[in-house]
């Protein structure tokens, strides 16, 4: 696993797209016509962690899916901004209610819309099949591809930096 090149001390935040992200970027449609994801769940262990140990974790998707909504949801996630086409209104309007300042904040994005909010955090972050523009604003790209782990990778990697991955509050002790 490669490390992120950035002082991961200062990470209090982390914001994730969906799709191609922490869902595949393949999304088979029901028969009504609403996509289908799969998500990973080590990524979703991480998500709920990140929550319970205090971080600021956000979803900022242009899906509109109301499953997408519950899983997140059900993981602890309280910023969860759906049908986002443009999201540097999504990104601005969390900033405003938590006092983040961006160089506090790690982004993952994998395609063009996530393009203009990467370029406002400290920490741009991409899956490994992210689009080829994506890849070069981020600081990191992972080894792992969307719905792969990567949301996984990149928390991991901040929560060992901070001295909280594998410690007694990650267990509740």
């Known amino acids: 696993m490669s490390r992120i090149d950035y002082d991961l001390t ?24 609403e996509p289908m994801r799969m998500v990973n769940i080590k990524d979703g262990y991480a998500l709920q962690l990140a929550v319970r140990l205090g971080y600021v974790v956000a979803i900022i998707t242009g899906g509109r899916t109301e499953a997408v ?5 059900a993981l602890g996630i309280r910023h969860i901004y759906m049908g986002a086409s443009i999201k540097t209104a999504a ?13 506090e904040v ?35 790209i992972s080894y792992k591809n969307g719905g792969c782990g990567c949301g996984r990778d990149v928390i991991e990697q901040v929560l060992r930096a901070q001295g909280k991955w594998m410690a007694d509050e990650a267990f509740g002790w």
Do not use: W
């Open 106 to 140: 790690l982004y993952m994005g994998d395609d063009i819309p996530d393009y203009e909010v990467m370029k406002k955090v400290g920490l741009p972050t991409c899956p490994a099949d992210a689009a080829p523009e994506i890849k070069s604003i981020s600081r990191y």
């Open 10 to 33: 200062l990470v209090k935040a982390f914001i994730f797209d969906v799709d191609g992200v922490l869902s595949s970027d393949m999304v088979p449609l029901h028969p009504n016509g």
């Open 91 to 103: 990104y601005h309007q969390l900033v405003q209610e938590t006092g983040l300042k961006p160089e």
């Open 69 to 73: 909504k519950m899983r997140f949801s």
